[in-house]
């Protein structure tokens, strides 16, 4: 089984950046990605990056965060920059064994605790 741990959060004002950090341990799995979740609503992809480099991103952080992996270092990282108060959510990353395009929630198998961002004005 994979094991993850993210690391990275903290506060920020708005304009700011942050960058986030997935160690992974356990196996190699194609898929990982970030998700995030606010109190109350669905938890929702983020950016995810395949085997071979390929990133997915959902459309309100295109041009503005940008994942990548490090496979020395077994490492999912997610630079963000020009963060807004809206960004502000508990994020998450996870491993599949495929990328849905689409950064839905099903093959996702294995999840990490989470680090809070927040966002103020």
């Known amino acids: 089984q994979v094991q993850l741990a993210e690391s990275g959060g903290g506060s920020v004002q708005a304009g700011g950046s942050l960058r986030l950090s997935c160690v992974v341990s356990g196996y190699s799995t194609h898929c990982m990605a970030w998700f995030r979740q606010t109190p109350g609503k669905e938890r929702e992809g983020v950016a995810s990056v395949d085997s071979d480099g390929t990133t997915t991103y959902a459309d309100s952080v295109k041009g503005r965060f940008t994942a990548s992996k490090d496979n020395t270092k077994n490492t999912l990282y997610l630079q963000m920059n020009s963060l807004q108060p809206e960004d502000t959510a508990k994020y998450y990353c996870?491993?599949?064994?495929?990328?849905?395009?689409?950064?839905?929630?099903?093959?996702?198998?294995?999840w990490g605790q989470g680090t809070q961002v927040t966002v103020s004005s």
């Open positions: 996870a491993a599949a064994t495929w990328c849905p395009v689409d950064l839905r929630l099903n093959p996702f198998h294995d």
